[in-house]
């Protein structure tokens, strides 16, 4: 079954702990970004990727750290430093050559 | 820029009638725009898109209209079902520079039985 997994579905931290959030893809997707979604707004984008090894930051990256060691993984970081990160978190992929993204389920995030 | 606002407009309509929903875009250089529909708690699902050098597209019940001299994106969706219920994201991007979505801060289509 092909698509994109976030886990956790739900996750709760501390405030002044760093959290990991996973995303993975087995469609074969070069490219895979991160957005954040507070309520009732829309998608900020935090970091992509566009291949192995390589990223960029997105509209809102800081307090956020991104790896992408692997074509199928793209893990998210949110630190300490995030002053506001309670959230929903979404994860996206895309193919080579097309702007057209495909998302995951999403992480409810909540730092208390 | 973006547009975001802490309180998403609302179209409510009734089952079996058609809805519309607009949405304006900023950047004149974006040549792709794409509707997803988000249920709650959920990623968004795409629902269709459109290119730049085309000014309508017909999907199953929906269809995409793009002005772009006044940059204005339009979803129409037929024959709303109580299912239609959800929010919808209009989205756009270039072929050039950054290639990733701009959002914009969605509508909630709310479905009368």
């Known amino acids: 079954d092909g698509g994109i997994t976030q886990s956790p579905k739900y996750l709760f931290r501390k405030e002044g702990q760093n959290v990991t959030l996973s995303c993975e893809q087995n469609?074969?997707?070069?490219?895979m970004y991160w957005y954040r979604q507070d309520p009732g707004q829309g998608l900020r984008l935090i970091y992509y990727s566009q291949i192995v090894n390589d990223f960029q930051k997105g509209d809102i990256a800081e307090g956020y750290s991104v790896s992408r060691e692997k074509k199928e993984s793209f893990p998210l970081t949110v630190t300490s430093a995030q002053k506001n990160p309670t959230a929903f978190y979404l994860c996206?992929?895309?193919?080579?050559?097309?702007?057209?993204?495909?998302f995951g389920p999403g992480t409810r995030l909540t730092v208390t | 820029g973006e547009n975001v606002g802490l309180h998403l407009p609302t179209l409510s309509v009734q089952e079996g009638d058609n809805s519309i929903i607009n949405c304006a875009y900023s950047n004149s250089a974006s040549d792709y725009f794409i509707w997803y529909k988000q249920e709650s708690g959920k990623g968004p699902q795409f629902i269709i898109d459109i290119r730049s050098n085309m000014d309508k597209r017909q999907g199953q019940r929906v269809t995409v209209l793009l002005n772009k001299t006044v940059k204005h994106l339009s979803l129409q969706i037929a024959a709303t079902q109580p299912g239609d219920s959800a929010v919808y994201f209009c989205a756009e991007t270039s072929d050039t520079g950054r290639r990733a979505l701009t959002f914009g801060s969605g509508t909630r289509l709310q479905v009368q039985p």
């Open positions: 469609l074969n997707h070069d490219a």
């Open positions: 996206a992929s895309s193919i080579e050559g097309s702007q057209l993204q495909y």
